[in-house]
């Protein structure tokens, strides 16, 4: 059986990506702020994208880590999200999510959370697919790299519960 062969490395800004979005009463939730579903669906379409520019493929959610909203997001906020692929795996992506709401009037911005979520690339069957090898550009992200595969060494040992 031949060997796949090994495709080239992609740099972590290749997959940059930064969403914005207004917040609008249709976000709000029952206390006058944005539903946090609102803001973790942004974060899951942002990392999706940044993955997809990476793997060059379709991807689907898998996997969320913890998220902790620092700050509440108010309604006429500019929410702008940025993502980039921080760890890949052999057909599994962890993208980084930084979120921050910023008052387009005062222009006063505040960060909100980081989410880290985890896809796989499928090919045109719906089958998993290799993705590149991720390439650090600098100190930071080798380390971010070399955190998302401690990561995903973790969620793979975890067991999986079965109700």
Same mark, same amino acid.
């Given at each position: 059986?031949?060997?796949?062969?090994?495709?080239?490395?992609?740099?972590?800004?290749?997959?940059?990506?930064?969403?914005? /979005?207004?917040?609008?009463?249709?976000?709000? &939730? &029952?206390?006058? =702020?944005?539903?946090g579903?609102?803001?973790?669906r942004?974060?899951?379409?942002?990392?999706?994208?940044?993955?997809?520019?990476?793997?060059?493929?379709?991807?689907?959610?898998?996997?969320?880590?913890?998220?902790?909203?620092?700050? +509440?997001?108010?309604?006429?906020?500019?929410?702008?999200?940025?993502?980039?692929?921080?760890?890949?795996?052999?057909?599994?992506?962890?993208?980084?999510?930084?979120?921050?709401?910023? &008052?387009?009037?005062?222009?006063?911005?505040?960060?909100?959370?980081?989410?880290?979520?985890?896809?796989?690339?499928?090919?045109?069957?719906?089958?998993?697919?290799?993705?590149? +090898?991720?390439?650090?550009? =600098?100190?930071? /992200?080798?380390?971010?790299?070399?955190?998302?595969?401690?990561? /995903?060494?973790?969620?793979?040992? /975890?067991?999986?519960?079965?109700m």
């Amino acid at each position: 059986m031949d060997e796949p062969a090994v495709l080239p490395g992609k740099r972590v800004s290749e997959s940059r990506l930064v969403l914005a /979005q207004l917040m609008q009463p249709v976000h709000a &939730n &029952n206390h006058g =702020n944005v539903h946090g579903g609102e803001i973790m669906r942004l974060m899951d379409e942002a990392g999706a994208l940044a993955c997809m520019r990476h793997a060059s493929h379709r991807v689907v959610t898998v996997a969320v880590d913890r998220m902790t909203f620092r700050q +509440p997001i108010h309604l006429g906020d500019l929410v702008t999200l940025t993502a980039e692929v921080s760890y890949v795996g052999r057909t599994s992506l962890e993208a980084e999510v930084l979120v921050s709401a910023e &008052n387009p009037i005062t222009g006063e911005c505040v960060y909100t959370n980081t989410g880290y979520l985890v896809y796989v690339a499928l090919d045109e069957e719906g089958q998993p697919v290799s993705v590149p +090898p991720l390439i650090p550009e =600098n100190e930071e /992200q080798r380390q971010r790299m070399e955190a998302g595969k401690a990561r /995903q060494a973790y969620r793979l040992s /975890q067991p999986i519960r079965r109700m």
